[in-house]
């Protein structure tokens, strides 16, 4: 188990980090000046784990900074981390509160260390972010074009509709040519596309959505999903399974 962990609450513009007693407690900006710093309080104080809670993707330039100098750190769950410091009778939150948490958590839980993953998977994944926020303004779109009534505003939707079917297009392109510069997330490709009713795009936003495909069983896989069936019993009881959590956009492929 490792012992000497530090958490580290994640803010737009600077990092709350500390260990689980305290004692180790400051901030830093969220920048690469921040990174060193960070990187030299973990050096000093021999941490064997660094817990970063998720942030909308403000932790994202710690998260690879940090596992790019082979130092072992997990990302976890935002509620997760609030639903232990109830557990732990912790009710005030400011941020330097949330660190100390975040590094029991760590401490109690042992989270999954994150695995750097290739420059090509990245951009894989980030590609596969950018679809889908254009797939959900495209249908916001479409929706305000069953409201429209003038015909201004129609061709004016209509133009954007097209502007994002356009843009699909290139960043499905862009994918397929990732995917195909890669021989092992070629490799991958193929194997999906083997299966009966899965297609080139179906496999595209997989890849996009489960870079640990291939490095974990498939129990691991389902349940990373969100689509392994949970009990729910009780005494004599015996409630119907059912699936819950998980990766929302994998499963919906």
């Known amino acids: 188990m490792n012992t000497k962990v530090l958490g580290i609450d994640v803010g737009k513009r600077e990092l709350y980090y500390s260990d689980i007693t305290g004692n180790v407690q400051g901030k830093v900006a969220n920048d690469g000046r921040g990174f060193k710093k960070i990187k030299r309080i973990i050096s000093e104080n021999n941490i064997e784990l660094v817990v970063l809670e998720a942030s ?6 710690v998260l690879l900074d940090l596992a790019g100098n082979k130092i072992k750190v997990a990302i976890v769950e935002p509620t997760r981390v609030r639903n232990h410091a109830r557990a732990a ?6 941020d330097r509160i949330d660190a ?15 695995v750097l993953q290739s420059e090509r998977k990245r951009q894989l994944r980030q590609l596969g972010k950018r679809r889908r926020q254009l797939i959900r303004n495209r249908v916001q779109e479409k929706c ?4 429209s009534s003038d015909g201004f505003s129609t061709s ?3 133009r954007m509709i097209g502007f994002f079917d356009e843009e699909l297009e290139r960043i499905d392109a862009l994918m397929d040519s990732l995917i195909e510069s ?3 997330l070629l490799h991958r490709s193929e194997l999906l596309e083997s299966c009966p009713s899965l297609g080139r795009g179906t496999a ?9 495909l291939g490095s974990m069983n498939r129990k691991q896989i389902a349940s990373l999903a969100g689509l392994a069936p949970m009990n729910r019993d009780s005494g004599d009881y015996q409630g119907s399974r059912y699936i819950q959590r998980g990766r929302k956009h994998l499963r919906n492929a």
């Open 100 to 114: 100390k948490v975040i590094a029991h958590f760590g401490f109690c839980h042992q989270p999954r260390r994150f």
């Open 144 to 147: 305000r074009l069953e409201k």
């Open 156 to 158: 004016s939707i209509n």
């Open 56 to 61: 909308g993707g403000y932790e994202q330039k």
């Open 182 to 184: 890669d021989r092992e």
């Open 89 to 94: 009778g912790q009710l005030a939150k400011t």
């Open 204 to 212: 595209r936003v997989i890849l996009a959505e489960c870079p640990e």
